[in-house]
Structures are given as C-alpha cells and as structure tokens.
C-alpha cells in the first residue's frame, strides 16, 4: 500500500515535470540514474551482509546487546556506533529495520538512527575548519544529546 | 572508481565466503542467499520512485535557489527557511558544509545555519519515506515529530552558549 503510494506520487510528480520542462526531466532522471549507479553495488553489499548477519549471528545476541533489557547501556552503544560511521541513510534504514525485526529495542534503533544523520564525528573536523571549532564541538554534543532523548522518548511510546 | 574496486573486493569476499558456508552447512548458506533476496527485493520495490523524487529535487531544487532563498531572510522566516531548505536538498552532511558558509556570509545568521545543517542531516523527504518502508510509519513520523523541536532546543542552547563567541560576532 504505502509502496504503490510512493510509486503513484513519484510517477505523478515526473509527469508533470515533464509537462513543464521536457530538457529538466531529462537531467533528473540522470541524476537519478547516477545516484542509483553510485550506491549500487553498496546496497548490494550491505543486502549480502544482513544475509550473513541475520542467518550467522546466534539468535538472541542482539536482543542481548541492544533489546529491551539491554537498558541505557544498549542506547547508548547504539548512539556512539551511529555517531562514528559514516553510512548512507539508504543503507541503514534497511539494517536497522532488520536489526528491529531481530528484537532490537525501538529505543536503540532510534537512537542510532539519530546519532547516524545528526552526529558526525568523522565529519567533525571538517565542520570545524569551517564553523570553527566551538560550534562543531557544541552542535555535535547536543546533538548526540538530543538523539538520546529523542529516543528515550519514543521507547516510552512505542512499546 | 576506487571506492568501487573497494566494494567489489569486499563482495568477493562475501561470495567467497559463502561457498565456504554452503559447502560446510548447506542450510545455512542458503539461508544467507535467501535473506539478502528478500531484502533485495523488498530494497528495489521502493528504490526506483525514491530515486526519480531524488532527481527531481535535484533538478527543480538547486543549490543556487537555496541559497537565495536564506541569505537575506532573517528572524522567524530565516528560521522556516532554514527548515524548508534543509529538507528539499540531498546529500550527506559534508556537502551541506560548503552550503552554510556562503549562506553565512550572504548574511543568514550562525543559528540559522546551525538548523540547516541539522535539519539538512536529519530530516530529507525521500528519506523519510525510506524510513516509513523499513522502520515503520509509527517510527518514522515520531521521529520526526521528535526531531524537529530537538533542532529548535539544539539552535537555543547553541545561541545561549556561543553568544560571545568570537564567530558569533562575524556571523
């Protein structure tokens, strides 16, 4: 349902781009197709480590590490892995879904979720050099912060 | 590309070993093939209309209008800019870097700058539609719910501590 929905709207907004401007249409689809072409075989490998992951790792080790009894400790862990790498959210939107299915907290997975987009320690340097040291070292802190919280705040909802 | 001879690598390991499995534990090197299908197939449902909504954002959405749209405004509406415009672009957080400096010295304030770039890191249409896929509709827009009075709390804190800075009396 939600599939064909994206589908509907993505069909129906490229149409009217391509009523308006058949030469911008164009361009967007290569950018579309450049897109898809740089993340291709990244996807592929990521899809082929869940396959690992998910059949090798013994059952209930994630639930252990970051389930619902893991407590603060498995939040935590899951907001300094999210911070550190460096991963497309193309990419760990399905890791991190397979990880929920596999009893991952919904706490752990939104906090690693919000630290992965919010927080960028390997960015941290380069933000730096441009907004200057103090405001990347604050941004990123409260960030990591927040990202806490926030998902402190959705466990509590999602049960 | 080297980035790609990297990967390419990397999934020769992986098929190496996955004969390697099927050949010690037949069930178990089927399993890992048959969980990577169903996520295979499940990716390329939604990745087609995710990458045209890409592109056309892409194409309709430069970064020159982007530009435009925050350097003079200020205030309240600086503030909604700052949101709207971090959200229609694509692109990891480095490439929103470049984008915040000159939006500062068109004269958008650090602060604005500062929700562009969390809003630009966090909150992405496409992406959120990725997200409903894979985490859940309920995940996804509580979220987001969530996140966008955390970047308007992150934006307050940040003022309130780098108020004598020296960038702040640049920007």
Redesign the interface.
Known sequence: M??LI??L???A??CL?LFKDRE??A???????K??CSMA?????T??????L???LPPGLISRVIGQDSGLKGVVLAALFGSVVLI???IA??L???F?RQSAS?TA??AF??TL??V?VL?AP??AK???K??AL??NS??FI?AV??AL??GV??R | MRENRVVLGFLFLLALANVCLYILNREKGLAVLLTGKNYLLEMLSILPPILILVGLFEVWVPKTVIERAMGQSSGFKGILASYFVGTAAMGPLYVAFPIGLSLLRKGASLFNVSIFLCVWASIKIPMILFEVKFLGADFAFLRLALTIPGIMAIRWILNLVLKRSRLYEEA
Do not use: C, H
């Open positions: 939600f599939v994206i589908w709207l993505a069909g907004l490229l781009s911008k249409t361009r967007s689809l290569r950018v579309a197709w897109f898809f075989l990244l996807v592929l490998l899809i082929w480590s869940i396959g690992f998910l059949s090798l497309q959210a193309f939107f399905p991190a879904g397979s929920l919904v997975i939104a979720v919000t987009v919010m960028g960015t380069l933000e441009f907004f200057g103090r405001f604050w941004r409260l960030s927040f919280v926030i705040l959705m909802v999602l």
